[in-house]
């Protein structure tokens, strides 16, 4: 039983075409996962990412992980994630900021005296200073 070789010819073009289908076909969906991810999560930016995606085809897939993280980045329901954050101070640091607070009060009430007392040493200055002009 000889096969003819005109057929394993087209046996072979066949199994070729089909291969080539197949793996244009891997390429594109793997390039639009990026998209499929930013469309599920409702992205700002999910036309862009599309765009990008083809873009990546022709840049030799260079910016295609950096699609994946940006898809990635927002998320449905909190965005982008920059939202302050506030943190329960703990007992001990709650007791260091009151006694800051306190040495704060103090420093002002004794800045406030060192400057009264500086008025009147200068007021005492002036005083005998006319006391010893007039004399």
């Known amino acids: 039983m000889a096969v003819d070789p005109q057929t394993l010819d087209y046996v072979a073009l066949g199994v070729l075409v089909v291969v080539s289908l197949v793996l244009i076909y891997a390429i594109i969906y793997i390039h639009d996962i990026p998209y499929e991810m930013a469309k599920k999560r409702d992205h700002p930016h999910q036309d862009a990412i599309h765009v990008a995606g083809w873009v990546s085809l022709f840049l030799m897939h260079t910016i295609w992980p950096f699609l994946w993280i940006w898809a990635y980045l927002y998320k449905p329901g909190q965005g982008w994630g920059t ?36 008025e009147e040493a200068e007021h005492e200055l002036e005083a005998q200073a006319k006391k010893g002009g007039a004399a």
Request: glycine share 0%; aromatic share 0%; hydrophobic share 35%.
């Open 83 to 118: 939202e302050t954050v506030h943190i329960e101070a703990s007992d001990a640091l709650k007791e260091d900021l009151e006694k800051l607070e306190t040495l704060e009060k103090k420093v002002e009430e004794l800045e406030k005296r060192l400057h009264h007392v500086a």
